[in-house]
């Protein structure tokens, strides 16, 4: 059974930077893509950032290029979503999900098996 645990959250103010570490125990995800999921207070959980497995393949949702980067190192069973000059309409808990397959990047929940707890991103004015 694998298990993935978010980390990294916080308060911050409006233009500094996070960055969110997702880390499996249980089974490696080294052969899995990973997706962050984001599910701001009151709204649906929608998709972030995606990885395939190698790190080759990243995908992002709009409102998050050019300030987000999702990356990983499999030799830590980690993976990272760093984000720059956060807003407000950041605010929300992150979540990362294990894909079904090494390409697996859809943005749907649905499609996910496998979730951390989350982690709270606070960003204020």
């Known amino acids: 059974q694998v298990q993935l645990v978010e980390s990294g959250g916080g308060l911050v103010q409006a233009g500094d930077s996070l960055r969110l570490s997702c880390a499996a125990t249980?089974?490696?995800?080294?052969?899995?893509?990973v997706t962050w999921f984001r599910q701001p207070p009151g709204k649906e959980r929608e998709f972030v950032a995606s990885?395939?497995?190698?790190?080759?393949?990243?995908y992002y949702t709009d409102s998050v290029k050019g300030r987000f980067t999702i990356s990983r190192d499999n030799a830590k069973n980690t993976v990272y979503l760093q984000m720059n000059s956060l807003k407000p309409d950041d605010t929300a808990v992150y979540y990362c999900?294990?894909?079904?397959?090494?390409?697996?990047?859809?943005?749907?929940?649905?499609?996910?098996?496998?979730w951390g707890q989350g982690t709270q991103v606070t960003v204020s004015e």
């Open positions: 249980g089974r490696p995800f080294t052969n899995y893509a």
């Open positions: 999900a294990r894909g079904r397959n090494s390409y697996s990047t859809t943005p749907h929940p649905q499609d996910y098996t496998y």
């Open positions: 990885i395939t497995w190698s790190g080759d393949n990243t």
